[in-house]
C-alpha cells in the first residue's frame, strides 16, 4: 500500500528518516451526500515535512482535520506509531502530541505574546486550581519551567521584541509566526500547519519558509503542511501528497511529483470527463 | 460649606454604595458573557437562590419540607442545627459549584453553536426554573439573613464629618463592607485571570473557542469554572443584598438593574462592570436628588435606563467594550 518503503527514506540532503508516525489507511470521508475524501492512504514518517496540496476545494482541509482527529472519516483508519488511535474529543488533540496553526490565524487577540506562547504549555501544567490560587509550590514551579520552554521558542523565532506586545496590534505576518510559536510551544510530535504562507508577501513567506526548515531541523518535529503555493511547498516537503476533488492523484519527492502528469494536469487543468 | 452641598456630597457617597451593589450582580453576568456570549439572565435568580440556599443551611431547615410534609403528610421543618456562618458559605459555594455542573451538563452542552437568541432564551427558562425550585425547596416567605456584617450608621464617619463640616454624614456600615468586599472580589477575580492556568485558559476561550481547543483547554471544563465563579460572585451579592433588605423573591428582580449597568460599562469589561454600576448608583441618587423634587420624584425606578437608552444611542459599546467593526 505504501509506495515508499518505511524507515530508509533518504531525503535530497541526505537526512535519513524515521519509521511511520502517522498511517491513513483508505480514509474515505462524507459530509451527507459530498463525498470529500475519498480512499486515501498515505504516511507521515517521523521527522520529515510532509505536504499535502491541490487546488481549492481538493479536500486538503479535510484531510487536515482527519489527521488531527476533528474529522472522524466514515471508512478508514488512522494509525499512530503503528497502533489503531482512539477517537478523540477535539481538546484532546492537543494532548495526544498534536499541535496546529489556522488558515485563518487563531490567536488569542486580546492576551500578549507570551501569554499566547504560554497557552501552548496549558496540557504540560499539572498543578491543581487550587495550588494555583495559592501560587505555591508546584504551581510556582511549573510556571517557571514552562516559561523557560517559552523563552527559548520565543527567541528561536525572533519574537522576543514583541513578547509583551498584545497581539491584536501585530502586522499579519507576526501573528502567524506567534501561532507558530504557540503551536511549538507544546513540543509535538506532529506539528499541522494549514496553509503557513496564506496572504503573505514575498518576504514574509521566505522568513516562514526558513523558519519551518529550521523548527523541523533543530527540534527534530514532524511537520504535516497543507499549501496550494506549489513552488513554496516543492523547496520545503521532504514528500508530497496531492490532491484533487477528493482523491489522490500524486505521493512522492518534490521532483517525482513536478513530473507527475495527472498533477500537471490538475494544476494546468484538461478537460475531466 | 452650604449644607445643601454637604447634603450633596452624603448622597452621592450613598450612591456610590449602593453602585458597588449593582456593580456585584453586572460582574456575574460579565463572566460569563465574556466565557462563552450567554447572556446569562438568571444571574439575579441565581443570587436568589445562593441567598435562600445560606439561609437554608445556616439555619437548618430541611429542603423540600413542605413538598415532603404534603406527599408523606410528616411535619419535619427544621434539622435543628444552627451553623456558623463561615461554614454555610463554604457549604453555599458548594451548592453553587453543583448547580454549575448541572447547567453545563443538561442545558449549555446541548447548545454549542447555538444562535446567541437560542442561548438567552435557555437562561430565561432558567431563571424560572431555579425561582421555581429556591421557592420550593426553601419555601417563599421573608427571611432574614444575619451572617454577621456590621449595620448600622458608621459612627466614626459621622464624627469625623461633624467635627469637620458641621454636618454628620450618614453612611451604613453594611454600605462599606459591601464596598470592601467588592474590592477584594475584583482584585481576587482579576488576579485569578492574569496569574494562574485556569485563569489563562479562562481568558483563551473568551478570545477563541477554536484556538482554545487547539492548544488543548476543554470548553466544557472552562464553562462549568466560569458558572462557578459566577455562582460565588452571586452568592456574594445575595449576601449583601439579604443582609440589607432580608432575602425575598425580589430580589431576583436586581438582574434588571444590572442590565444599564452592563450598557454603560460594555459587555465584556469587568472593570467596565465596576465603573458603570458606581456610575449608576451616584448617578441616580444624585438625580433623584437634585431634580427629582421638580418633577415629582421617583427617578430612581427609571433614570438608570434612561441613561443606559443614551448610551446605546451614542456609544453602543459602553464605556469600556470592545469596540464594534465591522468589515464590509
Do not use: C
Request: aromatic fraction near 10%; glycine fraction near 10%.
Amino acid at each position: 500500500m505504501n509506495n515508499v518503503s518505511q524507515g530508509d527514506f533518504v531525503t535530497s540532503d541526505g537526512r535519513s528518516i524515521g519509521s511511520a508516525l502517522m498511517e491513513m489507511q483508505n480514509i474515505t470521508l462524507k459530509f451527507g451526500g459530498v463525498v470529500a475524501l475519498e480512499n486515501i492512504s498515505f504516511d507521515i514518517l517521523e521527522g520529515e515535512v510532509r505536504a499535502i496540496i491541490g487546488p481549492n476545494g481538493a479536500g486538503k482541509s479535510s484531510m487536515l482535520n482527519v489527521i488531527s482527529g476533528f474529522y472522524v472519516p466514515q471508512e478508514g483508519q488512522v494509525l499512530y506509531r503503528g497502533s489503531l488511535r482512539p477517537t478523540m474529543k477535539p481538546f484532546q488533540v492537543a494532548t495526544h502530541g498534536i499541535a496546529r496553526t489556522f488558515q485563518n490565524i487563531a490567536l488569542f487577540e486580546g492576551m500578549s505574546v507570551l501569554d499566547n506562547v504560554m497557552t501552548g504549555r496549558i496540557t504540560k501544567m499539572k498543578s491543581g486550581i487550587f495550588s494555583q490560587m495559592i501560587w505555591k509550590g508546584r504551581a510556582e514551579r511549573e510556571e517557571n519551567e514552562n516559561r523557560e520552554v517559552v523563552e527559548k521558542i520565543i527567541d528561536f523565532l525572533e519574537i522576543q521584541a514583541i513578547r509583551k506586545t498584545p497581539v491584536s496590534r501585530l502586522p499579519y505576518g507576526l501573528k502567524k509566526r506567534v501561532e507558530l510559536a504557540r503551536a511549538l510551544a507544546a513540543e509535538p510530535s506532529l506539528l499541522l500547519l494549514d496553509e503557513p504562507m496564506a496572504g503573505m508577501n514575498v518576504e514574509e513567506k521566505e522568513d516562514m519558509s526558513r523558519f519551518i526548515l529550521d523548527v523541523n531541523s533543530e527540534f527534530g518535529t514532524t511537520i504535516a503542511l497543507i499549501e496550494h503555493d506549489m513552488s513554496v511547498v516543492m523547496d520545503l516537503s521532504d514528500r508530497v501528497v496531492v490532491m484533487d476533488y477528493g482523491k489522490k492523484i500524486g505521493d512522492g519527492t518534490p521532483d517525482e511529483i513536478r513530473n507527475n502528469q495527472a498533477v500537471i494536469d490538475a494544476y494546468l487543468g484538461v478537460s475531466h470527463d | 460649606m452650604p449644607d445643601k452641598v454637604l447634603f450633596a456630597m452624603e448622597v452621592m457617597l450613598n450612591g456610590l454604595m449602593a453602585g458597588v451593589l449593582y456593580s456585584l450582580v453586572a460582574l456575574g453576568f460579565v463572566l460569563i458573557f465574556k466565557a462563552s456570549g450567554i447572556f446569562n439572565y438568571a444571574q439575579g435568580v441565581m443570587a436568589l437562590f445562593a441567598a435562600l440556599t445560606l439561609v437554608g443551611i445556616k439555619d437548618g431547615q430541611i429542603p423540600f419540607a413542605h413538598l415532603i410534609n404534603a406527599i408523606f403528610g410528616t411535619n419535619i421543618h427544621h434539622f435543628g442545627w444552627h451553623l456558623p456562618a463561615f461554614v454555610a458559605i463554604i457549604f453555599t459555594a458548594i451548592v453553587m459549584i453543583g448547580f454549575a455542573w448541572l447547567v453545563q451538563r443538561f442545558i449549555f452542552r446541548h447548545l454549542v453553536n447555538q444562535e446567541p437568541i437560542i442561548l438567552f432564551m435557555a437562561t430565561i427558562g432558567l431563571a424560572y426554573f431555579l425561582e421555581g425550585v429556591g421557592d420550593l425547596m426553601w419555601g417563599s416567605d421573608i427571611k432574614k439573613l444575619d451572617v454577621g456584617i456590621p449595620k448600622g450608621m458608621n459612627e466614626t464617619i459621622e464624627l469625623l464629618t461633624y467635627n469637620r463640616f458641621g454636618y454628620g454624614f450618614f453612611i451604613d456600615n453594611l454600605d462599606i463592607f459591601a464596598s470592601f468586599l467588592a474590592v477584594i472580589l475584583v482584585l481576587v477575580l482579576v488576579g485569578f485571570s492574569q496569574y494562574t492556568k485556569q485563569g489563562r485558559a479562562l481568558r483563551a476561550v473568551a478570545d477563541d473557542h477554536q484556538a482554545a481547543l487547539s492548544v488543548g483547554i476543554s470548553l466544557g471544563y472552562i464553562w462549568v469554572l466560569v458558572w462557578s465563579i459566577a455562582g460565588f460572585v452571586a452568592l456574594v451579592a445575595g449576601i449583601v443584598w439579604g443582609a440589607k433588605s432580608g432575602v425575598q423573591f425580589s430580589l431576583s428582580l436586581i438582574a434588571l438593574k444590572a442590565l444599564p449597568v452592563l450598557m454603560l460599562g460594555g459587555f465584556t469589561s469587568i472593570p467596565g462592570a465596576i465603573v458603570g454600576g458606581l456610575i449608576i448608583g451616584v448617578g441616580e441618587k444624585l438625580f433623584e436628588f437634585l431634580v427629582g423634587p421638580m418633577i415629582g420624584g421617583a427617578t430612581e425606578n427609571w433614570f438608570a435606563y434612561v441613561l443606559a437608552l443614551l448610551f446605546l444611542v451614542f456609544r453602543p459599546q459602553g464605556l469600556f467594550g470592545e469596540r464594534i467593526i465591522e468589515r464590509v
